[in-house]
């Protein structure tokens, strides 16, 4: 039998709990998500008016990413053990990163003649923040979301291996019965979703690009 076909079958007849599994792993993307804007997007934006912070900052985060995925994942579980909150901050420790980068390249980046403009002008700096620097900045900071929503995505399979739930659970099964076809049950929603993610925000930073 064709693997895709025993796949789709395995699909249809689980259909409750993939779907339960898909709402899983969309809550363990979300929530470190919406967490990690939080953290990264006011950083970004602290650190890029002080270099020295930056460097501390952004140097400090940066180490996170060369730290396997599922490494961080166990050294969370000796503090929060085997729960959703162990897998939430380890997600939330590896989105944090490129959003806090971006941003902090983001603002940077602006001219300072065009702030200076802006003075001259008579603006207020909220004024400039919220009209001047966010609009340039946003389409580089929906760069490092973007690259903080797939890497989230990917990584919130990693979440089976603590009983947590998730996509995962099926790509974990499959190994464990070395049946392809379980896996990819797992593996197909979770690179359409990273796919999805991919093209709606590449979209998106595309339409926030100021024009030549």
Known sequence: MNIFVAAFQYAVENSDKLISACLRHLELVAIPLIIGMAIGLPLGLASSQNRQLSAIVINSFNGLRVIPSLAILFLTIPYFGLTF???????????????????????????????????GMGMSPSQILTQIKIPLALPIIIGGIKTAVVEAIASATLAAFIGVGGLGDFIVL??????????LVGAIPVAILALTAEISLSLLQHLLQPAP
């Open 85 to 119: 909150t162990a897998a939430a901050i380890a997600i939330t420790l590896l989105v944090i990163p490129p959003i806090l980068i971006n941003t902090d390249v983001a603002f940077r980046s602006i001219s300072p003649a065009i702030i200076e403009a802006a003075k």
């Open 174 to 183: 499959g190994f464990a019965l070395y049946d392809n076809s379980i896996l």
